[in-house]
């Protein structure tokens, strides 16, 4: 005990949320881009980040809690981000279901081609659509000109 009474554990209470989502089991560190590319500053609801918060299973975790209807969460980009983050859906301040991710068949606009002869370097409003070619490792390709995509997403 300290001198306020209180535990030397430090641990932190974030309440409960009624109604929402929950992206649990998130590397450590990784919230803040999960938080940009799933594009949630844009969205007009409460939204918590927990970062290294402590996990039996993975030692240090990210928390992303979102107040607001799961149909606003693109899946597909956060499959691809990391497939093994646990969505938790909330409805009455209770689990309701628990999602699990995977990786998508086809990203649309979430990466860009580096290819410089690639069609995408051209046409300014064409979309940049990569196909999983490779599960096991992984492995997107461009949809156009076939580029691997060489970017570390869980790194």
Do not use: W
């Not at 030692?59 to 607001?68: L, M, Q, W, Y």
């Not at 499959?79 to 969505?87: A, R």
Request: proline share 2%; with cysteine.
């Amino acid at each position: 005990m300290n001198k306020q009474g209180n535990s030397d554990d430090n641990v932190l209470s974030i309440g409960a949320l009624r109604e929402g989502f929950v992206l649990d089991h998130i590397r450590a560190g990784k919230a803040m881009r999960i938080y940009r590319d799933l594009k949630l500053d844009k969205l007009d609801c409460t939204v918590a980040i927990i970062k290294n918060a402590s996990s039996h299973l993975m030692g240090r975790k990210d928390i992303i809690k979102v107040a607001c209807p799961i149909d606003y969460l693109d899946l597909d980009v956060l499959g691809f981000i990391d497939h093994n983050i646990t969505v938790n859906v909330i409805q009455e301040g209770r689990i309701i279901e628990k999602r699990s991710l995977h990786l998508p068949a086809r990203i649309v606009n979430v990466i860009a081609c580096k290819n410089p002869r690639c069609i995408t370097s051209i046409e300014q409003g064409l979309d940049q659509v990569f196909l999983l070619t490779d599960e096991a490792t992984e492995t997107y390709r461009c949809r156009y000109c076939e580029t691997k995509y060489s970017g570390k997403k869980n790194k």
